[in-house]
């Protein structure tokens, strides 16, 4: 039987995961039993340094699938290179693995990121590998899934604009872990640490800047907050500037941290400038700032 609460711990620490001990608990219980594992967050919350701290963990490959409405069953699974076929015919010599294939046949983590903007065709080419752990490929052969072979797929909210709904054939396959937005005093101890933060302003760099994206995910103007990224680019930032108490600084590094990071509601007519702005300045106000 797995030690969940060690595991959970030795990974915290060999790959500077701060926080997520519930999140961390699921994931290594998931896989414990052989499960698929999916992830659903919001865009920065963590998802693929999680899905990278287990596959490093448990000592395997880490074969990375990024999504998209162009991803083809061939491009998941692998292919004949038409010029080999000619010369050679179907044999193993013309075939190119995909990573689909080529972590069922040496064991690892195949990551499937943002698996909800898959195409349902190749969603469908999934199936068999996940529920039975065997993928035929057509004139060549059938892999039986190595015993180190695992998934873990994340996924955005399905509110956000470009994804598609997962097959419930899929879905099936998977358990679901959700990873939500840290408790304060965690980003900022992440915002620290990813920002290299060292100089004597560190803690009121790091703290300031998680009350700006925090705020950013109540303001009512606001569709999508910005996740902590925006934060550790602010933060970093404003560690180079020579004057980190400047609300000219502030309001600069800010707009240019969090300006892509955001989506304002449909009909307003703030300027993202102008919202970030009043953002900043709204929590200076209220900090012992100078």
């Known amino acids: 039987m797995v030690d969940i609460t060690t595991a959970v711990k030795d990974i915290q620490d060999k790959y500077k995961v701060i926080g997520r001990t519930e999140e961390l608990k699921q994931i290594v219980l998931a896989h414990s039993v052989n499960k698929n594992i999916l992830i659903e967050g919001e865009v920065g919350v963590g998802k693929t340094r999680l899905a990278k701290a287990i596959a490093e963990y448990y000592d395997t490959n880490f074969y990375r699938v990024d999504c998209s409405e162009e991803l083809l069953p061939h491009n998941l699974v692998g292919y004949f290179e038409p010029p ?12 190119k693995n995909g990573p689909l294939a080529l972590a069922m046949m040496n064991g690892g983590c195949l990551f499937i990121n943002e698996i909800n903007r898959m195409p349902e065709s190749t969603q469908n080419s999934l199936l068999t590998s996940l529920d039975e752990g065997i993928l035929k490929i057509p004139k060549l052969k059938t892999i039986i899934a190595h015993k180190d072979f695992f998934v873990i797929a994340t996924q955005n909210p399905s509110a956000h604009v470009g994804v598609t709904v997962l097959g419930e054939a899929l879905k099936d396959r998977f358990i679901w872990i959700n990873l939500d937005y840290q408790r304060s005093e965690e980003e ?10 060292n100089s004597g302003n560190a803690d009121k760099i790091a703290a300031l800047s998680q009350q700006v994206i925090q705020i950013t995910r109540e303001n009512t103007s606001i569709r999508r907050g910005s996740s902590i990224r925006g934060a550790i680019d602010l ?10 108490n400047s609300t000219k600084n502030w309001v600069e590094a800010a707009i240019m941290a969090l300006y892509n990071k955001i989506e304002l509601e449909d009909g307003l007519t703030q300027s993202k ?9 709204a929590v200076l106000n209220k900090s012992d700032f100078q």
């Open 188 to 197: 900022i101890l992440i915002i620290k640490q990813e920002s290299n933060l």
């Open 235 to 244: 933060a970093t930032l404003i560690n180079q500037y020579g004057n980190s």
């Open 84 to 95: 080999l076929v000619i010369a050679k015919g179907y044999i193993e010599d013309s075939y």
């Open 273 to 281: 400038k102008e919202i970030i702005t009043n953002i900043v300045l």
